[in-house]
Every structure is written in structure tokens, then in C-alpha cells.
């Protein structure tokens, strides 16, 4: 039986999330997630929602979108394999039936209230000065021009912790940690 | 008869659980159409309090009257209130990180209610003094929407704590 004793647990790792919510088309999108210096982050979850839509291809929606997490520019784990996406069930679920036009009646645009899906645990740790991105490909939207295509929008919830390295100097380190 | 791979220190088992104890704080708001509404449950002195799950649920309603559109209208940041510390970025849409989710409020519309529950594993100190807030915006454009949230931990005390070491 483990006792908790030290009150300053949060100052040694404390948990933060990143939410971003954007708009694609037929293109490659990168999310740059903007880590904070001097720390250590562990990526452990992340949740995929989005609304793909195609004014071209009848039943667009079969295809969910492809996340990579991307450190450093390049492809990192997991092995180019997407991460768990809350796929919508059907276009009448899509929220193809919300007003998703930035100019329309509600700005917000907010999505189907769909289940939290089950992320898998991802572990990505990044260091000190790693850069660290996600890449989103769209294949539903398949060798048609953006102006052929509506927006597609994509909400990602990232949920990491961050840790201080102590051997770095105290100047070094992140401001929450000394 | 089951046997026990290690044998049980009843004293240290006492001791322990005299120091630390699971508890439940529990937390609900009803936000207005196109509003900003904070929702804080004080964390106290008797003792830290150490999160370690969170379940939530919303309503999705909108409309004059209210139907339930099952559009997830409500967004929320955690804070903590001691130095206004938030621990997301940004308002996150309630359904990326809510569980078990969607609360049908009306019956005989909208779709169903999320069914599937998988508790949200969220570890994070609330120190003594420190409340856990959550501010939440809705979308909706007429109708009000409320949320309620139980955080699940374990709440310590030491010598900083009035309940004492």
C-alpha cells in the first residue's frame, strides 16, 4: 500500500491537455503542438473527432481520416498507424446538419455529442526541444480540387503530462518546476 | 482456502488508511444560451486531494422550446483556482473527454444516450487551498445546458492539512 507523502507531487509531473480545432480540405494538415521549454512532455491519450464531407463522391464519409504523430519531422510512434478516431457512425451523424460555415449562424460550429472513445496509450515522450506535430491526411476527398470539396473539421484532444529533468540548471528548466 | 502471497501489516494498513482515504467531489453547472459560467468546488484544508478519475456527463439541448439536438454545445478548461493555473490550452468540446457523456434529457427525441462508459483516468494534485474549476462556455444558441462532474481520488493529509500527520 503506497502512502502519498509529498504534497509537491505537482510540481515534480503535473498533467496538461491540448485541444485544437481546424478546418481541411483535400490537403496534408499539420498541427503544431506548442511544448513548453525546458520540460519533458509524455503524450498518453489523444481523442479524434471530425465531420468529413464531399459534395463529389456519394458515400464520402466510409473513409475516416489518417493521424500521425510527427516528432522532429519525422513519423513517430506509433508506427504510422492512425490513432484511435471516434468515427462517426453515419452521415446523418456526421454533423453534416450542423451549420459548420464559419459565417453561419453559430460560429462555434460544436459537433455531434458522439462516445468517448477509448484512446490507446500512446506514450510518446518528447525531450527538450523536440518539436512535436500531428499530421492529418483526408483520403475520403480523392482527386478532386478543394474548391470541389467542402471543409472537413477536425477537433484533437491531446492529454500528456509534463516532467522537469533536475540535471538540467535550475535556469534550464521549466518555470513551473523550480 | 486462499493463501496470500504477502502477509498483511494490519498496523501499517491502519496507519495508512488514517492518513489517506478515498473521497468524491463532486461538481455541476447549468450554463445559459451563448454564456461563460465557472463551476468551483474548494478543495479545503483537511487535507490534499489527489484526482485520479473523472466522470461527466452533459445535456445537449438547444432550441425554444428545448429539444435535445444531441450536439455537444458545451465546452470546458480545467483550472486550478489557487494560481488560476488551467491545465488545458483551450475550451475542449465536453464529448472528447466526458464520460459516460451525453445525458438525454428529453425522451421521444434526439438520438440515444451514450450508452458506453470508460472512466477518464486523470492523475493531478489539488494542494490544500486549491479548488478544482471548470469554466464552460455553451454554444447553444436558446437553451440552457447543464453539467455535472464527480472527481474521484484520494485525499491526503500531512502536517500542512488540519486533519494533521
Redesign the interface.
Same mark, same amino acid.
Do not use: C, E
Given at each position: 500500500m503506497l502512502r502519498i507523502q509529498n504534497p509537491d507531487w505537482q510540481r515534480e509531473s503535473y498533467p496538461y491537455g491540448y485541444f485544437y480545432k481546424q478546418g481541411i480540405t483535400n490537403d496534408t494538415s499539420i498541427i503544431n503542438i506548442p511544448l513548453q521549454k525546458g520540460l519533458y512532455f509524455m503524450v498518453e491519450k489523444a481523442v479524434i473527432d471530425y465531420n468529413a464531407q464531399n459534395v463529389n463522391i456519394a458515400g464520402a464519409y466510409a473513409e475516416p481520416l489518417k493521424v500521425f504523430f510527427v516528432k522532429n519531422g519525422m513519423a513517430s510512434v506509433p508506427l504510422n498507424s492512425p490513432v484511435d478516431i471516434g468515427l462517426l457512425a453515419s452521415p446523418a451523424d456526421s454533423g453534416a446538419t450542423v451549420d459548420t460555415s464559419p459565417e453561419g449562424a453559430n460560429p462555434a460550429f460544436p459537433f455531434k455529442a458522439v462516445p468517448l472513445k477509448r484512446s490507446k496509450m500512446l506514450m510518446l515522450l518528447c525531450i527538450p526541444g523536440d518539436v512535436l506535430q500531428v499530421k492529418i491526411s483526408n483520403p475520403t476527398i480523392i482527386g478532386v480540387t478543394p474548391s470541389n470539396s467542402l471543409p472537413s473539421f477536425v477537433e484533437l484532444f491531446i492529454v500528456g503530462r509534463y516532467y522537469p529533468d533536475y540535471d538540467l540548471p535550475e535556469w534550464k528548466r521549466g518555470t513551473q518546476c523550480r | 482456502m486462499n493463501i496470500l502471497l504477502h502477509r498483511i501489516n494490519a498496523a501499517?494498513?491502519v496507519q495508512?488508511q488514517t492518513?489517506?482515504e478515498m473521497e468524491c467531489m463532486y461538481l455541476a453547472a447549468d450554463v445559459p444560451a451563448q454564456q461563460e459560467v465557472s463551476a468551483i468546488v474548494q478543495v479545503g484544508t483537511y487535507g #490534499?486531494f $489527489?484526482v485520479h478519475w473523472i466522470t461527466l456527463s452533459?445535456t445537449?439541448l438547444d432550441g425554444s422550446p428545448a429539444a435535445d439536438t444531441? &450536439?455537444?454545445?458545451l465546452?470546458g478548461k480545467?483550472i486550478h483556482t489557487q494560481n488560476s493555473q488551467p491545465?488545458?490550452?483551450?475550451?475542449?468540446?465536453? #464529448?472528447? $473527454?466526458?464520460?459516460?457523456?451525453?445525458r438525454k434529457s428529453i425522451s421521444g427525441s434526439g438520438?440515444d444516450s451514450?450508452?458506453?462508459f &470508460?472512466v477518464?483516468e486523470?492523475?493531478?494534485?489539488?494542494?490544500?487551498n486549491d479548488g478544482i474549476q471548470i469554466d464552460l462556455?455553451n454554444?447553444a444558441?436558446l437553451a440552457t445546458n447543464s453539467m455535472s462532474a464527480s472527481f474521484w481520488g484520494?485525499r491526503?493529509k500531512?502536517a500542512?492539512t488540519t486533519a494533521g500527520a
Open positions: - | 501499517l494498513m495508512n492518513f489517506q #490534499h $489527489w452533459f445537449t444531441g &450536439i455537444d454545445y465546452r480545467l491545465v488545458f490550452n483551450d475550451f475542449v468540446p465536453l #464529448h472528447l $473527454w466526458a464520460t459516460p457523456g451525453r438520438s451514450n450508452q458506453m &470508460i477518464w486523470w492523475d493531478a494534485m489539488f494542494p490544500i462556455k454554444d444558441l484520494v491526503v500531512d500542512s
